[in-house]
């Protein structure tokens, strides 16, 4: 049975998102499917045009991504075509502004926890600070080396003795200037992105995953993005399902990992948008229980990485698992990733059948529930 206002005591839902996207249509339709009336939606843009928004106090709020909006993005990255990579530091800065400008209501994104989802850097020393395993950086953390171009970068490969690499913007999301590095033999560098370069120097986000086998290339990618703050992970190598390159996309809702996708490429990047494809997820459990690895220890390494922001409701784990699948570690922790439409919960998670949207109606319901241990209170003043 579909929980009910009347089962959560749960007041009105609203929602900050650009109106038009499918993230907000979804989880308003996992809503109303619970019962409970339409969630108010108050647009990224007037947000950012007029400073800020107010809730009541007992109107449950939940952020949603302000992506796939031209005029929201210009606000955020002043950039007037949205294809530019470059701008991610500008947008974090006026995107953090933006969600600490949001007044009252009962908050399932906390501010400071997302300033820190969306720094790559200080998500890593994070993760790496409570023990969760994570590819070696190092420029994680407040003592994390500077990166002010590819001299850096080239500098930290022989120093830390990381042949292959991932060059990843701090502030980038959806795979967005990330550049998977590798020396190809007498001292020579190629690089794999879905970053195009122009012949007059611009940077162009594009869904052509490419190779640049030209180190002035590369060099000249690396320090047009530099500026905006760059991140360097080991680059591990991946478990293989038919063949491609494999990652899962795990989503941890109130701390329970719910859902889980394989992602799989012929290229380094897995993302959906770049070429990657879904996987099978009971393959991956397989995997990892043929190697010896329980799939419930697996899922728990992702729970880890989510109590690590214990605020946020809903983040999206990108588990890299290790060749022959004995082990994994967490690449990203995401704050908006959570749009697998059509996934139902996994078996034992207590989301079987709902999608990534329901289960998190079904969780803030929970927490709503006057007998419920962990009911979310209202966000501190200034949040």
Request: glycine share 10%; with cysteine.
């Amino acid at each position: 049975m579909s929980p009910s206002a009347n089962d959560g005591g749960l007041a009105r839902v609203a929602v900050v998102g650009n109106p038009e996207n499918r993230r907000v249509t979804l989880f308003a339709e996992a809503v109303r499917a619970a019962g409970l009336p339409t969630p108010r939606v108050v647009p990224w843009a007037r947000v950012l045009s007029e400073g800020g928004a107010g809730f009541a106090p007992e109107e449950v709020v939940r952020l949603d991504s302000p992506g796939e909006n031209a005029d929201v993005d210009r606000l955020l990255r002043g950039a007037e075509d949205p294809t530019r990579v470059e701008g991610s530091a500008r947008w974090h800065t006026a995107f953090v502004a933006a969600v600490r400008s949001l007044r009252g209501g009962v908050r399932l994104d906390d501010p400071d926890e997302l300033a820190v989802l969306f720094d790559k850097r200080r998500c890593h020393g994070v993760l790496s600070e409570a023990g969760v395993p994570v590819p070696y950086s190092p420029t994680s953390g407040p003592a994390g080396a500077p990166v002010r171009g590819w001299d850096d970068v080239r500098a930290l490969m022989r120093e830390h003795r990381m042949p292959r690499l991932f060059v990843k913007l701090a502030h980038g999301s959806s795979g967005s200037g990330v550049l998977a590095v590798e020396s190809a033999g007498s001292g020579r560098i190629r690089a794999t992105t879905s970053v195009e370069l122009t012949e007059e120097g611009a940077l162009f986000n594009s869904l052509k995953v490419r190779r640049y086998d030209r180190e002035r290339d590369i060099a000249a990618i690396v320090d047009t993005l530099a500026p905006d703050g760059l991140h360097l992970e080991r680059w591990l190598p991946k478990a293989s399902q038919g063949g491609r390159a494999a990652d899962l996309r795990v989503v941890v809702v109130d701390g329970r990992a719910t859902h889980a996708v394989v992602r799989t490429s012929a290229s380094p990047m897995t993302n959906l948008h770049l070429g990657g494809s879904r996987g099978e997820t009971d393959l991956a459990r397989q995997a990892f229980e043929t190697a010896g690895a329980r799939w419930a220890d697996v899922l728990q390494v992702c729970e880890r990485a989510a109590a690590c922001f214990p605020r946020t409701l809903c983040v999206g784990v990108d588990l890299l698992p290790a060749t022959g699948w004995r082990r994994a570690a967490v690449g990203e922790v995401n704050a908006f990733g959570d749009l697998l439409p059509r996934l139902t919960g996994l078996p034992g998670s207590g989301a079987e059948g709902l999608d990534t949207y329901a289960a998190q109606v079904a969780a803030l319901i929970r927490r709503r529930a006057p007998h419920h241990p962990h009911r979310t209170e209202p966000a501190h003043a200034g949040a």
